[in-house]
């Protein structure tokens, strides 16, 4: 059984730092594993992602450049280390693991099967 569980949210102003983390078990072949958040009233958005194998990482544009995601295989841990923080990365941030790419996109949430509950993350102006 696969799970996951995040941590590391916060309040922060602009221009702050944060840094997520996602504790993994329950698995042992490679995968891609991405983060997600999901802000009030908007659908939820891939940020970015990571094949667990090679360690190809992936970014969605708003944030490229500001956050980073990396891997500890050894403790079986995900982060996304999040710098230069905005109002509108206001979000709850998921963890999640996939089954395999929805029409290879890293990015879309139906890709995804295992998720952590969540850790919320607000930015004040």
């Known amino acids: 059984q696969v799970q996951l569980a995040e941590s590391g949210g916060g309040s922060v102003q602009a221009g702050g730092s944060l840094r997520l983390s996602c504790a993994a078990s329950g698995y042992t072949y490679s995968s891609y594993m991405g983060w997600f958040r999901q802000a009030p009233g908007k659908e939820r958005e891939g940020v970015a992602a990571?094949?667990?194998?090679?360690?190809?990482?992936y970014y969605a544009d708003s944030v490229k450049g500001r956050f980073t995601i990396s891997q500890d295989a050894a403790k079986n841990t995900l982060y996304l280390q999040m710098n230069s923080l905005k109002p509108e990365d206001t979000a709850m941030y998921y963890c999640?693991?996939?089954?395999?790419?929805?029409?290879?996109?890293?990015?879309?949430?139906?890709?995804?099967?295992?998720w952590g509950q969540g850790t919320q993350v607000t930015v004040s102006s």
């Open positions: 999640a693991r996939s089954h395999g790419l929805y029409g290879g996109r890293w990015y879309s949430s139906r890709g995804y099967s295992y």
């Open positions: 990571i094949y667990t194998g090679r360690g190809d990482t």
